[in-house]
C-alpha cells in the first residue's frame, strides 16, 4: 500500500513525498514490510560492465534509499559490491534501509566458484559484515542452490551456519537464491520454518513464465519471493545484452528485435519489462540492478507513474508480435564459464 510511511523512513534524510508514492508490501512471514523495488548490487561492480562508475554507483546508492527503495541485495560474488556498499551506506542511517548478502558463490574461476562448506560460510558471513561496515544484517541467504552439489549439504552444512549468526544476532532472516524454479521450491520445502525468504532471477519477464509455475506453493510456504532481473541480465534494454549473455542464438535474436522496435518507437524496453514484471502477484519486491541515477529514475517512473498510453501499445505490440513464448537459459551451472 502506498501513502503510508514504513518503518524504515528517516525524517530529514528521506525525501518524504517519494517514500509516500513508493508500495511496500509484506515479506513473506519476516514482519519486515520492503519497497516494491529492490536494489540489486551485482551492477554495483565491474562484474558485468568494465566501465561501471563508482563514485555514479554510490549516488545512486543514496538517491535509490532517499528515494523509497529500502531493501538491498548483494553477495561476494558481485565483485566490489560488499565494498561500496559499505562506503555508501556510512552516510545512511542504519534503520533507512534492509540489507541481504550471501554465500557459497565466490570466485569467477570456474573451478572455483561455488563452495558450499560451513567453514567457508562461515568466514564469508565475517568478511562481508567487514566490508559492509556493519554489525548485522537483514538477511543472509544461500546463492544458487541449484548449483550445490546436493540439497542435502545445502540444508545440513550450509544454513546450520546462517542459523549460527541468526542466534547470535548478526541476522535477522535466511533466504535461499536460485535460477531453477523447481530447485527452489523442493530446498524451500525441505527447510520450511527455516527459510524465510526465497529469490528467483530471470523466471519472470517478458522472456520467461517459469516462476508461476511454483508461485501458490511459495506462498503457502510463507516464505517472501523476491523477483528478481526483470530485465533478464540486460537482455531486455535498448543497450542490449553483455557479449557473455547465456542466452541461446534464438532468444537473444528476439531480445534484438524487441530493442529496435522500441528504439524505431523512443520507447525504453527496459521500463516496458520493469512494468511488466512488476504485475507479478504474489511477489513482495521486484530486484534489480541499477548502475546508475539515469536508469534509477527510469525504473522508478516505472513504479510510481505506469506506463504512457504509447509505451502500453507499443508493450502489447511487443508481446503479440515478438515474445511469443517463454525461453530458458539451461541452469546456473551451464552459465559459469561467461564470468572467465
Same mark, same amino acid.
Given at each position: 500500500m502506498s501513502g503510508s510511511l514504513p518503518a524504515t523512513f528517516v525524517k530529514g534524510f528521506h525525501d518524504e513525498e517519494q517514500v509516500r508514492r513508493m508500495e511496500y508490501r509484506q515479506l513473506g512471514s519476516t514482519g519486515l514490510r520492503v519497497s516494491k523495488i529492490a536494489?540489486?548490487?551485482a551492477t554495483l561492480s565491474n562484474l558485468f560492465s568494465d566501465d561501471?562508475?563508482? /563514485?555514479e554507483g554510490i549516488r545512486t546508492v543514496h538517491e535509490a534509499i532517499k528515494s523509497g527503495i529500502n531493501y538491498i541485495d548483494t553477495a561476494p560474488f558481485y565483485g566490489k559490491s560488499e565494498e561500496l556498499l559499505g562506503q555508501a551506506l556510512k552516510d545512511v542511517p542504519r534503520e533507512a534501509y534492509y540489507i541481504a548478502t550471501k554465500v557459497a558463490r565466490y570466485e569467477m574461476d570456474p573451478a572455483k566458484m561455488f563452495d558450499y562448506t560451513g567453514a567457508k560460510a562461515r568466514a564469508s558471513v565475517k568478511r562481508s559484515l567487514e566490508l559492509l561496515g556493519l554489525d548485522r544484517v537483514d538477511i543472509l541467504q544461500v546463492h544458487d542452490v541449484d548449483a550445490a552439489p546436493s540439497l542435502d549439504m545445502v540444508l545440513n552444512e550450509t544454513i546450520p551456519v546462517l542459523e549460527e549468526y541468526v542466534r547470535a544476532g548478526k541476522a535477522r532472516f535466511i533466504g535461499i537464491t536460485a535460477y531453477d524454479v523447481d530447485v527452489l521450491k523442493e530446498c524451500a520445502e525441505r527447510g520450511k520454518g527455516r527459510i524465510q525468504?526465497? $529469490? &528467483?532471477y530471470a523466471r519472470y519477464t517478458l522472456l520467461d513464465n517459469t516462476l508461476l509455475r511454483h508461485m501458490k506453493a511459495f506462498q503457502e510456504l +510463507?516464505?517472501?519471493?523476491?523477483?528478481? *532481473? *526483470?530485465?533478464? $541480465?540486460? @537482455? $531486455?534494454? &535498448? *543497450? +542490449?545484452? /553483455? #557479449?557473455?549473455?547465456p542466452g541461446s542464438p534464438e532468444l537473444l535474436e528476439v531480445g534484438k528485435r524487441g530493442a529496435e522496435i522500441c528504439r524505431q518507437r523512443n520507447v525504453e524496453l527496459g521500463k516496458l519489462a520493469m512494468y511488466y514484471t512488476m504485475q @507479478?502477484?504474489?511477489a513482495a519486491t521486484f530486484l534489480i540492478g541499477i548502475p546508475n541515477r539515469k536508469l534509477l529514475r527510469i525504473n522508478l517512473? *516505472?513504479?510510481f507513474d505506469g506506463l504512457t498510453s504509447h509505451e502500453q501499445e507499443v508493450l502489447q505490440y511487443l508481446r503479440? &508480435?515478438?515474445?511469443?513464448?517463454?525461453?530458458?537459459?539451461? #541452469?546456473? $551451472?551451464?552459465?559459469v564459464n561467461m564470468f572467465k
Open positions: 536494489l540489486g548490487g561501471f562508475d563508482r /563514485q525468504v526465497v $529469490l &528467483n +510463507g516464505v517472501g519471493i523476491v523477483c528478481a *532481473a *526483470a530485465h533478464s $541480465l540486460g @537482455l $531486455l534494454s &535498448n *543497450a +542490449g545484452p /553483455q #557479449s557473455w549473455h @507479478l502477484d504474489g517512473d *516505472a513504479v503479440e &508480435n515478438v515474445f511469443t513464448k517463454s525461453y530458458s537459459w539451461g #541452469s546456473t $551451472l551451464s552459465t
